[in-house]
């Protein structure tokens, strides 16, 4: 069984930037695209950025430019580079794999505000 940490949310202004981590242990996870996924309140959880095995990314038009995925293979780690930070980007943030997901981990809380 899979399990998902994630971490690195924090309270930022906007304009600022955050890194987010994501810890997968249970399996190795070098064969699967893995995907940030945030949910704001009250809304559906979306796709922000996904990655492939190879380290190709695809990000979602709201964060293309300011946000960048990566991944460690060796590690089992995917991690959220968040630049630019705007109000609406405030959410909580969870990983997982793309297409049949594992359980979902507790997710980290990015809350962009002045």
Known sequence: QVQLVESGGDLVQPGGSLRLSCAASGSSFSGYIMGWYRQ?????REL????????????ADSVKGRFIISRDNAQNMVYLQMNSLKPEDTAVYYCNRDGTRWPWGQGTQVTVSS
């Open 40 to 44: 704001a309140p009250g809304k559906q």
């Open 48 to 59: 922000v950025a996904r990655i492939t095995s190879g380290g190709y990314p695809n990000y």
